[in-house]
């Protein structure tokens, strides 16, 4: 797992301090090793975290001609079949990086050459000879990478405070992307909170010369997915070897893994996949808030670890400890998100990387195999959404700014952009096949949309800001494809979602807790809200100066007053704190990391005060 960074130029030769910069911006992404090539008008930096050949995996990687030059994100599961099909046809590799791969892959089989790569990356590819850049990134968006075209070239980095070393200005903000953030947590699809700055989007490849694009690729999308006619058996038989498959290769490293165990189903499943094929206890890591009002799933977790003889550990902040993780997470998702969840994960990879440098964890289990409960309820409920909000059956209709609130809180500027925030839920309902059911259609724009811009988010950023590489199994391609192409009956029936999965582990974990009701991932955060921490919001959010571009400071004076008794109140007011905190990290570019445990409300009034002095 690793940092990448660069710069194409149409004419200028690449300023070295300033890619310099951009390498510097992203050193938690890889605190062990750096490099840098610059070739003219194009040059590209690394920060390296060593998981696979420690000692000879320095990047930029080379072609031994000179000619192929590659920076890459990420691990690429089947290097060892490709490098031996690679090697039989004549290629010399010089070094053992599962990176090394993707040079010779496109060197053999040319604009094919992403179809044979399977794993989760974001990779930049220089060829000198063709004076061409290609920016790829795996299929699921597991890894990220953004670019920013400008007059005088173009500029990528795997995380935005990275990209802004190298812009000739800062970007303003985006009001389409922060009604989006506001109302649905997140800005989707290229679109980020900032004007002229995109995301390369999962499965897709841009090839670049003489810094510009000249052309956008998508190599792969969950659309080319066929759907399944399988019965349980076979549709069994086919996951056991497939699942071996998948859990064999994403074992690969050298370097030892842990495991992020929650009480769910997802991370019981992959413990025990886990547990099967190593003879070491596996170390795993819980979250829990005991003394809160949220109930913790501590005694699930360790019901699997003892089931399992995992090495366990828990981790139990308390309630202030988890707001003051909060300017950390921002600072580190630096692109604008909205997940309770950011908060405890960042803790838990605090502590896992004080140990490991890998942990594998579930996400993706619940959008591929069906598990969540907006994807079974009821027919009534969603005809009724969907006469509110046509478009999508009713499927992800309401934001979370509601009622009367949008005008209360939000400047005509911000309005305005409320009518467009609903439309890639429409136009990914209208694009998926004609084949596909409803079901199908709700799992396909969770997995294009929620999965890669707000969970895999944190699921990369939270880890990589304490250096700590993720694995997402259920998120490799061949996984996702079967579950989405599975048949509805075999993934959703009376009223339980996520039955495959579920009567496919049930021969390694006991079925009541499989079949238990779903409990999700909650974390306190009413219990922040007491009367002195309201008192200091209302004294120092309303006439904050980042918001005023956007919020009526008499709307955010009402909201604070009333959140515990507006239904959102609590989710209304901590998008606005989280925007506010994120702005104040975007003015600085980023530079200034917080400590892990730091308070939120104080860096807000330093940060207004001295606008006001």
């Known amino acids: 797992m690793c940092g990448i ?36 008008s194009f040059g590209m930096g690394h920060t390296r975290l060593s998981i696979i050949d420690l000692a000879g995996g320095h990047q930029p990687l080379r072609t031994a001609d000179g000619q192929l030059t590659l920076i890459a994100n990420g691990e690429i599961y089947n290097f060892i079949e490709l490098r031996a099909d690679l090697e039989a046809r004549g290629h010399r590799f010089l070094t053992h990086s599962d990176s090394e791969v993707i040079l010779h892959a496109y060197r053999e089989y040319g604009e094919g050459f992403l179809t044979q790569i399977q794993g989760m990356f974001a990779f930049a590819l220089y060829d000198a000879v063709q004076k061409r850049l290609i920016l790829a990134r795996d299929r699921l968006g597991i890894k990220p990478l953004f670019f920013a075209p400008q007059a005088s070239g173009i500029a990528f980095a795997s995380e935005i405070k990275g990209l802004l070393q190298l812009l000739n200005e800062q970007p303003p903000i985006d009001p389409l992307g922060l009604a989006a953030y506001l109302q649905n947590q997140f800005a989707t699809g290229s679109r980020t909170l900032l004007q002229g700055v ?9 090839w670049i010369e003489r810094g510009q694009v000249v052309r956008r690729q998508r190599y792969w999308s969950p659309q080319q997915v066929q759907p399944l006619d399988l019965g349980y058996a076979e549709a069994a038989a086919r996951f056991d070897e497939l699942m071996d498959q998948v859990i064999v290769q994403h074992m690969r490293a050298d370097v030892p893994f842990g495991l992020f165990l929650s009480g769910g189903v997802d991370s019981a499943v992959l413990l025990a996949a886990l547990s099967r094929r190593t003879d070491e206890p596996i170390r795993t890591f819980s979250v829990g808030f005991p003394g809160t009002s949220v109930k913790d799933e501590l005694p699930l977790a360790q019901q699997m670890a003892r089931r399992f003889g995992s090495r366990h550990r828990e981790i139990q902040p308390q309630a202030r400890d988890i707001l003051h993780s909060l300017p950390l997470t921002i600072w580190a998702a630096d692109e604008l998100m909205r997940d309770n969840a950011n908060l405890p ?17 579930g996400e993706g289990g619940d959008e591929v195999f069906a598990g969540y409960g907006r994807y079974h309820s009821s027919p009534w409920e969603r005809w009724f959404k969907g ?91 061949r996984l996702v494809e079967f579950g989405l192409g599975l048949p509805d009956r075999l993934k959703v029936a009376g009223g339980v979602g996520k039955l495959f999965l579920k009567r496919w582990a049930a021969r390694d974990i006991p079925e009541d807790y499989l079949f238990t009701r779903k409990r999700g991932f909650h974390v306190p955060m009413g219990d922040w809200q007491d009367a002195d921490l309201l008192s200091r919001l209302s004294r120092v959010l309303p006439e904050h100066p980042v918001l005023r571009p956007w919020f009526r400071p008499e709307g955010v004076r009402e909201l604070i007053a009333r959140c515990r008794e507006v239904p959102k109140g609590s989710a209304m007011l901590w998008a606005i704190v989280q925007f506010a905190l994120w702005n104040r990290f975007l003015r600085q570019g980023f530079s200034e990391r917080p400590p892990a445990l730091a308070d939120p409300l104080a860096l807000l009034e330093d940060w207004g005060g001295a606008h006001r002095r």
């Open 198 to 206: 995109e995301r390369v989007l999962p499965g897709e490849a841009l």
């Open 387 to 477: 006469l509110l909000a046509p478009g999508s059956k009713g499927f992800r209709t309401r934001g979370t700014f509601r009622g009367p609130w949008p005008g209360k809180l939000f400047t005509p500027t911000l309005l305005a952009q409320l009518p467009a925030v609903r439309q890639p839920v429409v136009d990914a309902w209208r694009q998926a096949p004609t084949a596909w059911s409803d079901l199908q259609r709700m799992q396909y724009i969770d997995l294009t949309q929620a999965l890669p811009d707000n969970l895999l988010v944190k699921a990369d950023r939270m880890l990589m800001a304490w250096a700590l590489e993720g694995r997402v199994p259920f998120l490799d391609h």
């Open 5 to 40: 960074v660069g710069l194409y130029n149409r004419q200028a030769p690449v300023d070295r301090r300033a890619l310099e910069a951009g390498v510097a911006r992203l050193a938690h992404r890889g605190p062990d090793d750096r490099g840098t090539f610059i070739d003219g």
């Open 345 to 361: 994960t960042a803790l838990l990879a605090q502590a896992a990387s004080q140990e490991l440098k890998v942990v594998f964890s």
